[in-house]
């Protein structure tokens, strides 16, 4: 199993980036892939996930209404549209994948057991 983010960076408060997350090794349709983020001296935290198999997606509430995750499963590629970034969005960004989705296992990291190597955010208030 391969998970590879890019697309992150430095944008200022009320801009947007666009993450990517290009998967390989699995059935894509057999897992849920999760966005999830970590901030210096924070635990890491779920932003949002979508099924595989059914493109149900499930957002924390931290980031509902301005972020939006989508899939291609022709590319094997999970997006995550972030808009309206605020300064405490900053933090390395991880996609993973887990047998299970929706937003209990989101909020479970644990239960994701491969992991990308992280995508710095970056917002400047």
């Known amino acids: 199993v391969q998970l590879v983010e890019s697309g992150g960076g430095l944008v200022q408060a009320g801009g947007s980036l666009r993450l990517s997350c290009a998967a390989s090794?699995?059935?894509?349709?057999?897992?849920?892939i999760g966005w999830f983020r970590q901030a210096p001296g924070k635990e890491r935290e779920g932003v949002s996930c979508?099924?595989?198999?059914?493109?149900?997606?499930y957002y924390a509430d931290s980031v509902k209404g301005r972020f939006t995750i989508s899939s291609d499963n022709a590319k094997n590629t999970v997006y995550l549209q972030m808009n309206s970034l605020k300064p405490e969005d900053t933090a390395v960004y991880y996609c993973a994948i887990s047998r299970w989705g929706g937003s209990y296992y989101l909020e479970r990291t644990h239960s994701y057991n491969y992991w990308g190597q992280g995508t710095q955010v970056t917002v400047s208030s």
């Open positions: 979508i099924s595989g198999s059914d493109g149900s997606t």
């Open positions: 090794g699995f059935t894509f349709d057999d897992y849920a």
